[in-house]
């Protein structure tokens, strides 16, 4: 099986811009999950999505936003672009919701800078 | 004080070297996930417990939920062992369940 994939895998943009990234996840799985990390944060959780629902949501403003489509293949949007967005967004899938004890399966991740 | 401690933050061993890496948390959990991530990003699922103990070749992880406490211990540590290692806890809240993880342990094998 193919893993799952993001696209674009680096991406420049300056302040105030919006950026939309994707990721497709490992055929048959239907949970993604999104995560932003930076090296002054770690790693933080963004939100799940499973079966075109967002399930639960991190701690981040509104200006960051996803959505999954009916293949489970999902997008993740940030407006309004800011320095501190600046960061390594990674997602990965799993078969089911991760509460029911599935593994994810992480995607190389996209590498975003801000000027 | 952040709810999931790794130690050490950084860690040097000669290749051969049997290698321990702690977690602790303060919140009730689910599930507790070990990852590592290499140079340039991509981050692999070592395991995932809930209670115990569990082993994958030279990686072993285990978890006492009574002391909110973890490790990965990895024997005969080999150069290719260089990552970060990471940990993270499930946790379940009024809007759904969440991932927080720790800061990372850096491991660096010399061979």
């Known amino acids: 099986k193919a893993g799952v994939t993001q696209t674009p895998r680096y991406l420049i943009k300056t302040r105030g811009q919006q950026v939309t990234l994707s990721c497709s996840p490992i055929?048959?799985?239907?949970?993604v999950s999104w995560y932003q990390q930076t090296p002054g944060q770690g790693l933080q959780f963004l939100f799940e999505?499973?079966?075109?629902?967002q399930r639960n949501k991190g701690n981040f403003p509104g200006r960051f936003s996803g959505r999954q489509f009916s293949n489970s293949r999902s997008e993740m949007n940030v407006s309004t672009l800011e320095l501190g967005d600046s960061a390594l967004y990674l997602c990965?899938?799993?078969?089911?919701?991760w509460g029911g004890g599935e593994t994810q399966y992480f995607g190389p991740g996209t590498r975003l800078l801000v000027l | 004080k952040n709810e999931v401690e790794q130690s050490p933050q950084n860690l040097t061993a000669q290749e051969g070297e049997f290698i321990t890496i702690n977690c602790s948390y303060s919140?009730?959990?689910?599930?507790l996930h070990w990852l590592q991530q290499h140079p340039g990003g991509g981050i692999v699922s070592l395991f995932m417990?809930?209670?115990g103990k569990k082993k994958h070749g030279r990686l072993i992880a285990t978890i006492n939920i009574q002391e909110k406490h973890s490790s990965l211990h990895i024997t005969a540590s080999h150069p290719r062992d260089s990552a970060v290692y990471i940990c993270?806890?499930?946790?379940?809240?009024?809007?759904?369940?969440?991932?927080?993880f720790g800061e990372g342990t850096q491991l660096t094998v010399n061979p």
């Open positions: 417990l809930s209670s």
């Open positions: 999505y499973f079966s075109e629902t």
């Open positions: 990965a899938s799993s078969a089911s919701l």
């Open positions: 919140v009730g959990i689910s599930a």
């Open positions: 993270a806890v499930r946790t379940w809240g009024t809007s759904g369940s969440r991932l927080t």
């Open positions: 055929s048959g799985h239907r949970s």
